[in-house]
């Protein structure tokens, strides 16, 4: 399994703190932002990750991380000129991926469980993690039945069929670089991971496990202030970087 965080974006709604740096590289308590999802990728035995990045800001990541040695670690780079949606990583880390599962998780979201059994237990397929949240209409939603299957995927609904928002992490195997480069553009322009999760789902290889611990996509003054509550008083013995 290899691993890509997708850290890329402009990030306007943490303006003006993001005028001159990455989002993912402001301070959560004690570290940047990036090392949190780096943690849940070396917890779970992931040691090759493709960190991509705006080319504004790829300096800034290469002094930070570096080869990652230090870290235990091999970090590969690449550049997302464009912020053209999550599907989009897949295509960028193709070389990368090199018929490997791949495991991507966003460069904002910060996790507490360890996922590590469902990282190494993986085979084929795709696998989503979800969260109950309150606000579902502002996340990718799965309605999944009782027995925990998956029976549908819609981004952003009006009107949303469960409260299970699809987190930042999300694991798939290498078909996924074919799937990516098939699927249109949705009306605001991007490549929606909603619909290469759609294309597992139809096939009936869209695997699902929820998230028991907290998450937070740090997307947002309010979240990122929770996230340094929550960074300094819960994930402190959590973190290996």
């Known amino acids: 399994m290899r691993g890509i965080v997708l850290s890329g974006g402009s990030a306007t709604r943490l303006r003006p703190c993001t005028k001159v740096t990455s989002k993912q590289l402001l301070p959560v308590y004690n570290r940047p932002m990036i090392y949190y999802p780096l943690n849940t990728l070396v917890k779970a035995g992931i040691r090759e990750i493709l960190i991509i990045v705006a080319p504004e800001q790829a300096g800034h990541y ?9 870290l235990g670690v091999k970090f590969t780079y690449e550049i997302q000129d464009q912020p053209r949606g999550l599907a989009e ?14 495991c991507l998780i966003l460069g904002d979201n910060i996790f507490e469980d360890d996922f590590s059994a469902q990282i190494t237990e993986f085979k084929s397929g795709g696998h989503i ?18 027995a925990g299957k998956v029976l ?18 999300y694991i798939f195997d290498s078909r ?14 991007e490549l929606e991971i909603t619909d290469l999760q ?9 695997h699902c496990s929820q998230v028991a611990g907290e998450w937070i996509d740090a997307g947002t003054f ?4 929770k996230a340094q509550i929550f960074a300094k008083e819960k994930m402190q ?3 290996i970087l």
């Open 62 to 70: 290469l002094n930070l991380l570096g080869s990652g040695r230090e």
């Open 222 to 225: 309010d979240s990122l202030l």
């Open 198 to 206: 759609r294309w597992y789902l139809e096939k009936g290889e869209l």
């Open 176 to 189: 996924v670089v074919e799937v990516a480069k098939q699927i249109q553009p949705s009306p605001r322009g």
């Open 89 to 102: 990583a897949f295509i960028i880390g193709e070389n990368f991926i090199d018929r490997e599962n791949i």
């Open 129 to 146: 993690f979800v969260k109950a949240v309150p606000d579902p209409e502002r996340f990718g939603v799965a309605a999944v039945d009782a």
């Open 152 to 169: 549908s995927i819609e981004e952003k609904p009006s009107a949303p069929k469960s409260n299970l928002a699809v987190t930042g992490l």
């Open 237 to 239: 013995d959590k973190m």
